[in-house]
Structure formats: C-alpha cells, structure tokens
Antibody, heavy 119, light 106 residues
Framework: QVQLKETGPGLVQPTQTLSITCTVS????????MQWVRQTPGKGLEWMGF???????EYNSEFKSRLSISRDTSKNQVFLKMNSLKTEDTGVYYC?????????????WGQGASVTVSS | DIKMTQSPSSLSASLGERVTISCRAS??????LAWYQKKEDGSVKLLIYYTSNLQSGVPSRFSGSGSGKDYSLTISGLESEDIATYYCQQGYTPLTFGSGTKLEIK
C-alpha cells in the first residue's frame, strides 16, 4: 500500500528556515520522482520542485534561491528545506509521487503539512 | 511560465447531472494535462493524465478531452462523493495548476 506522510513544524518565524520530512512506504524512492507542491491562500497550488529517482533535483525558479530538496533512501524519506521564510509562505505543503508516465503528474499525495509563518 | 485558466471557479449541479470543467493553457501543451480532485479533508487524487487517460481506480464517469490549448474534464452522472475542488495541471516545467473549480450539489 502506497503511503506518504509529511511532518513539519507547524509554526515558523519569519526569516527562519522551514524543514518538512516526507516519509513514504509501499514503494522505493530509487524508482520514482518525488514532487513537492504547496497551496497558499495567495497563489493556490504551486509546484516547488522534484527529486529524480537518481537523486538529482529540479526547482521552480520562483523558489530556487532558497529551496533545497534531498532524500535518505535508507529511511524512505524526502526532505524539503526552504529558508528566508515570509508570511506569504503560509500554507499547506504536499509531497507527491510521480509515477513516471512520461509526463510530470502526481499519482499519490500525502495529507499535507500545514505551515504558518508568523512571529 | 504556462498559465492555466480554469473555469468556472465554482459550479452547483444536481445529482446525476453531467458536469464539465474547462482549462485553457496560455500556449499549446500537446495534451500533457492532468486533472486532480481535492477533497475538503485535504486529500488529493489523480483522476486523469495525458488529457484522457483514466487513472487506475477512478470511476469511469470521469473523462477528459481536449487538444492544443483547450481541455476539459467531464463527470457523467454526478454523485455525492464527487463534491470536491478540481484542478488541472500542465506537464512542462515549471509545472503549473489551474485555480480550481469548487463543485457543490444543488
């Protein structure tokens, strides 16, 4: 059974760094791309970036300067780190699996990690 | 970036009715278009990929069509479990989503 679960801090102060962990089960990170998407009140659903099955990454230039995606395949975990947080980064952050259909789609999603950026 | 314009933003329909949601891309996306369903509890489900391919496990009342810049999702015979917000997504990086269509029962 494919499962994804995001865990995050809930509340982060402005200018600080956000760290979210996505723990997966039922499949191997070395066989799938893993995507990160967020939903904010201001911009709706936004693609943030992905990590390929081989471990390389691609980011949305909107976030590129402050976003990092990595993984630990031995722990079945994918990590999102974003620095210099602003109040506009408040939202729900999702990890999702890309099934390699030949285009970038997401066939399994976590339940999302709600993040509030506030002092 | 490719902009996805989705319409309508909200839709009220009766059970059993046929419902269509549209998505227009700012340029030709060569059928690389997916549709998702997002429920109130936050869960997200892939419905359709490559314009018209039904994801495994998705009921056959969902269908997709389109080409070039214009795409649509149709629900043939609305059921109560279909109450959700629907999003389109194009598949060229940077990936972009439509703004969503909130579907309610009349």
């Amino acid at each position: 059974q494919v499962q994804l679960k995001e865990t995050g801090p809930g509340l982060v102060q402005p200018t600080q760094t956000l760290s979210i962990t996505c723990t997966v089960s039922g499949f191997s990170l070395t066989s799938y791309y893993m995507q990160w998407v967020r939903q904010t009140p201001g911009k709706g659903l936004e693609w943030m970036g992905f990590i390929r099955s081989g471990g390389s990454t691609e980011y949305n230039s909107e976030f590129k300067s402050r976003l990092s995606i990595s993984r630990d395949t031995s722990k079945n975990q994918v990590f999102l780190k974003m620095n210099s947080l602003k109040t506009e980064d408040t939202g729900v952050y999702y990890c999702a699996r890309d099934p390699n259909y030949g285009s970038y789609v997401m066939d399994a999603w976590g339940q999302g990690a709600s993040v509030t950026v506030s002092s | 970036d490719i902009k996805m314009t989705q319409s309508p933003s909200s839709l009220s329909a009766s059970l059993g009715e046929r419902v269509t949601i549209s998505c227009r891309a700012s340029e030709n996306i060569n059928n690389i278009l997916a549709w998702y369903q997002k429920k109130e509890d936050g869960s997200v489900k892939l419905l359709i990929y490559y314009t018209s391919n039904l994801q495994s496990g998705v009921p056959s009342r969902f269908s997709g069509s389109g080409s070039g810049k214009d795409y649509s999702l149709t629900i043939s015979g609305l059921e109560s479990e279909d109450i959700a917000t629907y999003y389109c997504q194009q598949g060229y990086t940077p990936l972009t989503f439509g703004s969503g269509t909130k579907l309610e029962i009349k």
